[in-house]
């Protein structure tokens, strides 16, 4: 008679998932006499698990063809092991339950086709998981929570029943050592039942970065709302085409939406690339701008391409766009657009942009200043929207493009403050007199979504801090208020001070001029 060793499981399939019931429905009853009419064993060397936990104590696991009990064993007192050996012949395939220490019982969905004289797991114990989940990115047959943990795990795809305390061991399994899931982005629950009372908070609270839920149904009697209590604001929710849900904000049915709606500072993330009807977000701004200095600027990223601008004063349109050459707000053209700011980086300094690219980092200033003709001052909310719109699946990497300095990383979700994650002040800094928009500080605090940080280039070292380029200035003469004649200084279209050399249209005492 031959030993089989093996150092991995050989004939043996995983079907990712599990469910458990409360009563014990299968027959623990071990039939010795019946199992020794069988001429040969096998013997299974495992290390139980559930998620990251090693199980100990009474709890009995067992292998099970056509519901008759094979073979049973507790984990070793000695090493926590389970030296399981169990009765059968060639090909018969055998499934695996638990029985824990409360009465709970666990039907896996582990099988094993049995070999005559096989052991499984001499070198490496077999690690079964009482609580199976597998991440997309995992290597083929791999648990990364028999691996006993799935933090850093971005997309988690589930099979099968899941209760509210199977969530719970979820999210025990996907948390980080600082205890949160950040990490986790994206739910796949098309092959898998939300079943029982919802989790304390709601089903998805336990996961407040996901941004993404595929799904078949909802759980039985909830709708949309009720199952995204407790969520994410910024969640999407795909179903089937062929799915009767009624449409509302963050519904994606198919490849459609009715409407996108992005709260500020709530993390965003698209798993798939989908259409919406209207698309809308909306941030408060409130920095003040200094004419002729560069100050007031904010970081935006978006993951659409916004058509219009509009606050409570009426319609935007950045600098250098059509609407302010041929369409600008004025007093006697009061239905106008009123101008802000807009500049993106080009691998030297920032360039003035007259649109918004999804997925794109930019820089962007309100007009603001007591220096500023009221009018045309904006302060509060700022609606950024879009109609049939493409919302693209969010790149696993974010472009970066930078100035000489520093690059500039977009991002969509937090991230936490560091010495290579540079945030735009807020407000002033006394060291180096930084006015609040000035310039990106080192480990000054976290990067939230929608926004973009500063990382430091590697031969620029770790400077404490990164001047937006001062020929950069949020002023333009004509918002100005009017003021007396002064000394005749002479400043270009950007509101650059002259020297006095050049030629050219400048503006003179808040008056455009002409210099031959």
């Not at 006499?33 to 709890?59: H, M």
């Not at 799904?215 to 909830?222: F, I, R, S």
């Not at 290579?420 to 605090?445: E, I």
Request: net charge neutral; aromatic share 10%; charged share 20%.
């Amino acid at each position: 008679m031959s030993m089989n060793f093996k150092k991995i499981i050989v004939s043996f399939s995983l079907l990712i998932g599990c469910f458990g019931s409360n009563a014990v429905a299968s027959d623990w009853r071990y039939d010795e006499p019946f199992n020794r009419q069988f001429f040969s064993t096998a013997n299974l060397i495992i290390e139980l698990r559930d998620g990251a936990k090693r199980l100990t104590g009474n709890v009995k696991l067992g292998a099970f063809c056509h519901d008759k009990l094979r073979g049973v064993k507790s984990p070793s007192v000695k090493d926590s092991i389970v030296y399981l050996t169990i009765h059968g012949e060639d090909d018969e395939v055998m499934d695996f339950r638990v029985l824990l220490e409360d009465g709970t019982e666990r039907k896996l969905h582990y099988t094993y086709t049995y070999v005559s004289d096989d052991m499984v797991g001499w070198e490496i114990p077999w690690q079964i998981n009482i609580f199976c989940i597998r991440a997309i990115d995992v290597n083929p047959g791999g648990v990364y929570a028999a691996k006993g943990s799935l933090a850093g795990k971005s997309h988690l795809p589930l099979v099968g029943n899941w209760t509210a305390n199977d969530i719970t061991r979820l999210k025990y399994a996907a948390a980080a050592p600082d205890g949160t899931t950040d990490e986790v982005r994206s739910l796949d629950l098309t092959e898998a039942s939300l079943v029982g009372g919802a989790p304390a908070g709601g089903w998805l609270a336990a996961f407040p970065n996901v941004g993404s839920v595929e799904t078949k149904k909802l759980p039985a009697g909830m709708n949309v709302s009720e199952f995204l209590e407790g969520a994410n604001p910024n969640v999407l929710l795909y179903f089937p085409e062929t799915t009767m849900v009624s449409p509302q904000s963050n519904v994606v049915i198919g490849t459609k939406a009715l409407r996108l709606n992005l709260t500020d500072g709530a993390p965003f993330y698209a798993l798939h690339t989908f259409k919406a009807q209207n698309a809308r977000y909306i941030r408060s701004f409130s920095l003040p701008t200094i004419e002729h200095r560069s100050a007031g600027w904010e970081t935006i990223t978006l993951p659409f391409r916004p058509s219009a601008y509009t606050s409570a004063k009426g319609k935007l349109a950045p600098f250098g766009s059509a609407e302010i050459a041929y369409d600008m707000y004025t007093s006697t053209h009061p239905e106008g657009y009123r101008p802000f700011w807009l500049r993106c980086p080009d691998g030297t300094s920032f360039t003035r942009a007259i649109e918004i690219q999804p997925y794109k980092s930019y820089i962007i200033s309100m007009p603001n200043s007591n220096t500023y003709q009221d009018s045309y001052n904006i302060t509060g909310d700022v609606a950024f929207t879009a109609t049939d719109v493409r919302v693209m699946a969010t790149p696993d990497k974010m472009p970066v493009e930078g100035t000489a300095a520093f690059s500039l990383v977009p991002t969509l979700r937090k991230v936490k403050s560091g010495n290579q994650v540079y945030v735009l002040n807020r407000t002033p800094v006394s060291v180096g007199n930084l006015a609040a928009g000035s310039a990106f500080v080192r480990n000054s605090g976290d990067a939230l979504p929608f926004r973009a940080y500063a990382a430091s280039r590697n031969e620029h070292g770790v400077a404490p801090y990164f001047l937006i380029e001062h020929n950069e200035i949020t002023a333009i003469g004509r918002l100005s208020r009017p003021v007396p004649p002064s000394s005749g200084t002479a400043y270009d279209l950007t509101g650059r001070k002259l020297t006095g050399s050049e030629r050219g249209l400048q503006i003179i005492n808040h008056k455009k001029v002409i210099v031959r």
